[in-house]
């Protein structure tokens, strides 16, 4: 009996050395990204003498290849009493990637409970509830970090958001004047100091940093371009205050070619639900777009062909022929052409 118990015990042995060197080349294989080999390796490994290890190791894997529901349910075979800090963030970010609020929310809220001062998953909660619209929830949770650490400027961003967003403009800008002093200088820094400012009636500070947005956003941000013109006019600069309003206008219309692109676009759906009246009602906003676009004022006569209405035919297809010069010469086009010639002939001679 003690001789089989030696060999038994060699030959575990022998399976344990095994393991350990498989998890070495695993673990190589991770170091040199490639990461499918590893985890498929790690797989082979996870009924080892060390299944936590490699659970960890494989949800890094899936971590990489951004299967991240794998990797949540990897993490979820580690018992419950041995998953770490670490275990619980990973989760955290692995629900965030696959936007699965609910589960965020139940990890976030385990997290902070046995680690309060994680300025990550703090930054991340308040910008979910945010999300949610739980705006004061987001601003009490920020608000109790900052009163132990107030040097994570990450916690002081979402802080200062939610006072915006709850409309508290003075501790909105108090807050973000921190982070602009701190090198904080991007859009979302500029547009709410300069909102705030303006909403505090300095309206020189709102236009300085409005300034920066709309250098930032090159000129494309209506918003950003009438507050500009409001606070101009409230430091005396009417002149600039037009300029910026009359690009804000600029920007409020559609160009024509997208115009015609909408109306033509509409025009067909109301053509396919045998809506004649309507068709043409967006046939001729279109045309007044791209006035000397031929084909509108065929597909115009077609819907009233539709209604029965040889007049209106007959009108459309007088304006098809007139700009019909600037189609192209194929034989489709010239099908058209020769078909209004002879209904409007046919109509005169009535």
């Not at 002081?156 to 501790?171: I, K, P, T, V």
């Amino acid at each position: 009996m003690r001789y089989f118990a030696v060999i038994i015990f060699c030959l575990s042995t022998i399976g344990v050395q095994g393991q350990i060197k498989n998890l070495h080349v695993a673990d190589s294989l991770f170091s040199a990204f490639n990461y499918s080999a590893a985890a498929s390796l790690y797989t082979r490994l996870q009924w080892g003498y060390d299944s936590v290890a490699v659970f960890r190791r494989l949800a890094r894997c899936y971590n990489k290849l951004g299967d991240y529901q794998s990797e949540s349910r990897t993490l979820l075979r580690i018992p419950a009493d041995s998953l770490t800090h670490n275990d619980m963030r990973q989760l955290y970010y692995a629900h965030s990637y696959t936007q699965d609020s609910m589960a965020m929310e139940t990890w976030g809220r385990r997290i902070l409970q046995q680690y309060p001062y994680d300025a990550d998953i703090i930054t991340s909660v308040a910008a979910d509830l945010m999300q949610k619209n739980k705006i004061d929830s987001a601003r009490q949770l920020t608000m109790r970090y900052l009163e132990t650490d107030t040097t994570n400027l990450n916690v002081w961003r979402q802080y200062a958001y939610s006072c915006y967003l709850l409309g508290d403009y003075a501790e909105a800008q108090r807050s973000y004047l921190k982070l602009y002093r701190k090198g904080w200088k991007g859009l979302e820094v500029s547009f709410i100091l300069g909102v705030c400012y303006g909403e505090m009636n300095d309206a020189n500070n709102a236009y300085d940093h409005l300034v920066r947005a709309n250098q930032i956003k090159n000129g494309r941000d209506i918003l950003i371009l009438k507050l500009l013109a409001k606070n101009c006019m409230k430091i005396g600069m009417p002149k600039e205050s037009a300029e910026y309003m009359e690009q804000a206008i600029e920007l409020s219309v559609p160009d024509s070619l997208t115009l015609f692109g909408m109306y033509n676009d509409l025009a067909e759906a109301y053509f396919y639900l045998h809506d004649y009246e309507h068709a043409i009602s967006a046939f001729q906003k279109a045309s007044k777009c791209q006035p000397t676009k031929a084909i509108t004022y065929y597909n115009i006569a077609q819907m009233y062909s539709g209604l029965k209405d040889p007049v209106g035919m007959a009108n459309y297809y007088k304006l098809f022929l007139k700009h019909s010069s600037s189609l192209k010469d194929t034989e489709d086009n010239r099908e058209m052409i020769e078909k209004a010639k002879a209904f409007v002939k046919n109509k005169n001679k009535r």
